[in-house]
């Protein structure tokens, strides 16, 4: 087995930076980054951007201000109207 | 009565009563049934889809299958995975319908909003601005599986098992999915970027 190289902790480090702030890394894969991040200023800094992404991604998530259109149930009654019609006519011929 | 992220469970006794009705074909029932949920719809549609126009078209499609297939559902299951599901469905046939006319898949105004900056200025504005403008265009463009995978968890708030359950896939799969959606993105804005943002 190669033993990882820095090129390729980074990358590691890199590809799973969202891994880690969520939690989903096994505690030894959690080490493992916290070791090269705790080296490394551009994954420490990426965790730092993955948090702050995904503040910003749930700051914007309330958007309770969008309403459905106004008398969409009424487009709805129309076209199943029309579906109802079309199979019946289907049916005649 | 809209049930908020983290607070929906299996259908209650008076969502259950108006299931029961809609399922025997009363269609007061399945609006005032689904008419609680629409809202939310309408918005997990637009962000998915990012045209207004289209997101109605979507939303309507979803409320005809729903209505087609309320007959079908089990009452056990929860009203609002069922018809976020149908959503995200039918918003993923618009998004494949549109990519075959080769049209660009744009996020609209109204689908992603950043929050002021707690520093209001000019300045500060400017740079929320382009940051909100980045944001919409970087989840414009993720392919579909991975776009639904971060509107689901990461702007709708739903959880893990939630998302995955409406996206059709294993949880495991689910989160693949996430996080390669999210590396995307934060490629897309910079670290830089993201790190002043705070």
């Not at chain 1, 106004?70 to 289907?90: L, N, P, T, W, Y």
């Amino acid at each position: 087995m190669r033993w990882p190289g820095r090129r390729d902790e980074h990358a590691w480090s890199q590809h799973h930076l969202s891994h880690y702030v969520e939690g989903d890394l096994s505690s030894r894969a959690r080490r493992r980054l916290e070791m090269h991040a705790h080296e490394c200023p551009e994954c420490s800094r990426g965790i730092r951007a993955v948090r702050a992404l995904l503040r910003l991604l749930h700051s914007s998530g309330d958007r309770s201000d969008l309403r459905a259109p106004a008398g969409i149930f009424d487009r709805v009654r129309v076209d199943a109207a029309h579906a109802d019609s079309d199979a019946e006519q289907a049916h005649e011929a | 009565m809209t049930h908020l992220p983290g607070q929906r469970r299996a259908t209650d006794a008076p969502e259950r009563e108006l299931v029961d009705r809609a399922q025997t074909g009363d269609v007061a029932a399945f609006e005032e049934l689904i008419g609680a949920h629409a809202d939310r719809l309408y918005t997990v549609v637009l962000r998915l889809v990012g045209d207004r126009g289209e997101a109605e078209d979507v939303l309507q499609e979803t409320l005809l299958r729903a209505w087609r297939g309320i007959g079908r559902f089990q009452a056990r299951a929860m009203i609002f995975t069922w018809l976020y599901r149908i959503a995200v469905n039918e918003s993923n046939r618009a998004l494949e319908r549109r990519l075959r006319r080769g049209t660009t898949v744009q996020v609209d105004d109204e689908a992603v909003q950043v929050p002021a900056p707690a520093k209001d200025g000019p300045g500060n504005r400017a740079e929320q601005r382009e940051l909100r403008d980045a944001l919409e265009l970087a989840i414009a463009d993720l392919a579909p599986p991975y776009r639904t995978a971060l509107v689901l968890r990461d702007l709708e708030g739903l959880s893990t098992r939630e998302a995955a359950e409406i996206a059709g896939v294993g949880e495991a799969a689910f989160k693949s999915r996430l996080h390669e959606a999210r590396l995307k993105v934060r490629a897309s804005l910079g670290d830089t970027a993201l790190v002043a943002a705070g």
